[in-house]
């Protein structure tokens, strides 16, 4: 069976033939002319269309791609909507499911299940599923309700030995009806639930399925959401994933929470998340350092005021400092040199402490955590974790300012650091208890 969908879209209210396999769109040409039609344009947010089979598509994230003459037949999308019925669909969305092993890991489908007897006897096993309500998990991310679920399915076909397939799924239930195009941001908080949970970026969406409420407020399947995506099969297992039993489940909204919201204010939370399970255990400098920046990023985060709060003396001088160069500077005509001074103010206004003294003060702060981790790199190392501030300081600023040395067995063990003290920081807000945080560090790390 063709995997290519075939059928014809709109673009700039000329219509064309397209044939569409994997990302990629080829525009069936049906006369020379049209070659020339996409010359001014890059790219596009959607681009509507209709399949062979009267379904509604709607193209998401499109490039055109030109050759040296600027002509275009070929255009790569980042997905597609693609309605599951032949009736006229307008792309909007009240409800969104989704389907991944990662989400049966962090959920699992067994919470459904309930086996009361076992007769060795007579092998009657009592096996029963509960209902919907009684394996549901709902919270609130702003006002968009969320759920884990579980979805039953039963297999009448007397030839099949799994009678009822459970697979977990979640989902988003918006207030108010909205456009298809505007659900690629909550798409982006599930997925960064998931791989704050794996550790890991490798998570696959098998299935994601839109609703819309129909006049007695029943949701009803409209289409199905097919993202293109660079992971492999899910690699994560128990030991080395985050489940709902690992924490209290009246938490789980902080939890979501405390990654959703990041993203919007530091988009270098992306670069914290290993691709796959392969690459947590290579180390370069480039990725220490990127480590390093989202360290900074989440401290300045969560402690704003670091050394102003806590050092009446230091907090005076600083505005002391700011305050003289401000005069100086408004004092200037010349605004080439006002720039200058106005590149000091903001450094100054930024400053609250040494590197090695902010790195320390997170250490102590969940080093009761970390036990296990510090013992192996003592052992492995021979380095005390006094010194860890110290040279995590020294190998930044060498980075930073372009001395890029080969790593050390010390930058490598401050490595083994950062990385749990970043998510212990990301969990700074969920309120998970000291119990909840080492079982968690202990399974990811």
């Known amino acids: ?44 947010d959607t681009i509507c269309g209709v399949t062979s089979d009267s379904r509604d598509i709607l193209f998401l994230k499109c490039t055109f791609h030109k050759n040296r003459f600027m002509c275009c037949d070929t255009i790569s999308i980042e997905g597609y909507v693609l309605s599951t019925t032949n009736e006229v669909y307008n792309f909007s969305v009240d409800k969104i499911n989704f389907y991944s092993d990662a989400i049966n890991m962090f959920y699992q489908p067994k919470i459904a299940e309930r086996l009361s007897k076992i007769d060795c006897s007579t092998g009657n096993i009592d096996f029963s599923t ?50 298809a195009t505007e659900m690629i941001e909550y798409i982006q908080y599930i997925y960064d639930f998931l791989r704050l949970v794996n550790y890991s970026s490798n998570i696959l969406f098998k299935k994601i399925i839109l609703y819309l409420k129909d006049e007695n407020k029943i949701y009803t399947e409209k289409a199905i959401l097919h993202i293109f995506q660079e992971a492999k099969e899910y690699e994560n297992n128990m030991r080395n994933s985050v489940q709902i039993y690992d924490f209290e489940k009246s938490k789980i909204q902080d939890v979501f929470g405390s990654t959703a919201a990041l ?16 690459e947590r255990y290579r180390i370069e400098p ?23 709060s806590k050092n009446e003396q230091f907090d005076i001088v600083k505005k002391q400092v700011i305050n003289n160069i401000k005069s100086i500077s408004d004092s200037l005509k010349n605004s080439e040199e ?16 040494r590197l090695s003294e902010k790195f320390n003060y997170v250490f102590k702060e969940n080093k009761s955590f970390l036990n296990e981790i510090i013992a192996k790199i003592e052992k492995d190392y021979g380095i005390v974790s006094g010194n860890f501030g110290d040279i995590y300081a020294k190998y930044r600023n060498k980075v930073a300012h372009g001395d890029i040395q080969p790593l050390t067995e010390n930058e490598i063990a401050v490595y083994r650091i950062m990385e749990p003290l970043i998510y212990l920081m990301l969990f700074k807000k969920a309120g998970l208890s000291d119990d909840e945080k080492s079982r968690i560090i202990n399974k990811l790390f």
């Open 286 to 308: 480039i990725k220490w350092f990127s480590k390093a920046s989202i360290f900074e990023g989440l401290f300045s985060e969560i402690y704003p005021n670091f050394k102003s």
């Open 338 to 353: 006002k720039k200058y001074y106005n590149c000091f103010v903001s450094l100054n206004e930024r400053y609250e402490g």
């Open 130 to 179: 509960c209902g919907f309500k009684d394996s549901e998990l709902s919270f609130f991310y702003q006002d968009i309700k969320c759920m884990f679920n579980i979805a039953q399915q039963i297999n009448l076909k007397p030839e099949e030995s799994n009678r009822i397939e459970c697979n977990s799924y979640f989902s988003f239930e918006f207030p108010q009806t909205m456009k």
């Open 263 to 278: 993203r919007k204010y530091d988009n270098k939370l992306q670069l914290y998340f290993p691709k796959d399970k392969s």
């Open 1 to 44: 069976m063709s995997n290519i969908i075939y059928g014809s879209l709109e673009i700039n209210n000329k219509v064309y033939s397209f044939a569409l396999s994997g990302h990629i769109i080829k525009i069936v040409q049906s006369a020379s002319y049209l070659i020339n039609d996409f010359s001014d344009i890059d790219c596009k």
